[in-house]
Antibody
């Protein structure tokens, strides 16, 4: 069974840092791309960024709102991707989802985790 | 950056009715990199349609997608109880892979 599970959310002060994890199972993690998407309470979905597979040199892309503050990485040996969030702002408060995409769905995100809540507040 | 606009914001319909949701892009989306997701309260998004018109695994055939270029449509042929939710379109042509603001389908 394909699964992606986020962890690492919590309460952090403005200006602080937090690292989220996305643990995958049930599929060939190394051949997939991993995306991070967030959703503030009562709001829509916001794509944050993506990391491609090793065959694409682990290329990353980010939304303008997080460029320079957030970094996506992955460890294929652990079937896990990460979202390092620095210089956090109150507006980064949201549920953070990771998802995988593969060639099977022409790189649309077909499996999503249940999300982890990040609250940025003093 | 490609901006996606969805209309209407809210669609109030009855069971068994046909729902037509629109997604318009600010520029042409190449290679059919357009997807539709369904999201219910407290749940993660669920992929319905990828590549404009391909149904994801396990998605009923009452859901269909169409369109090209900058104009795309998600159609639900006959609404069932479980279809009342928020629907988002997303492009994955070139980063950033933006989402539309969503269309809420609720019971009239």
């Amino acid at each position: 069974e394909v699964q992606v599970v986020e962890s690492g959310g919590g309460l952090v002060q403005p200006g602080g840092s937090l690292k989220l994890s996305c643990a995958a199972s049930g599929f060939t993690f190394s051949g997939s791309a991993i995306h991070w998407v967030r959703q503030a309470s009562g709001k829509g979905l916001e794509w944050i960024g993506r990391i491609k597979s090793k065959t694409s040199a682990y290329a990353t892309s980010y939304a303008a709102s997080v460029t320079g503050r957030f970094t996506i990485s992955r460890d294929d040996s652990k079937n896990t991707a990460y979202l390092q969030m620095n210089s956090l702002k109150t507006e980064d408060t949201a549920v953070y989802y990771c998802s995988r995409s593969t060639m099977t769905t022409n790189w649309a995100s077909d499996y999503w985790g249940q999300g982890t809540l990040v609250t940025v507040s003093s | 950056e490609i901006v996606l606009t969805q209309s209407p914001g809210t669609l109030s319909l009855s069971l068994g009715e046909r729902a037509t949701l629109s997604c318009r892009a600010s520029q042409t989306i190449s290679s059919s990199y357009l997807a539709w997701y369904q999201q219910k309260p407290g749940q993660a998004p669920r992929l319905l349609i990828y590549s404009v018109s391909s149904r994801a695994t396990g998605i009923p055939d009452r859901f269909s997608g169409s369109g090209s270029g900058t104009d795309f449509t998600l159609t639900i042929s006959r609404l069932e109880t479980e279809d009342f939710a928020v629907y988002y379109c997303q492009h994955y042509d070139s980063p950033p892979f933006t989402f539309g603001p969503g269309t809420k389908v609720d019971i009239q």
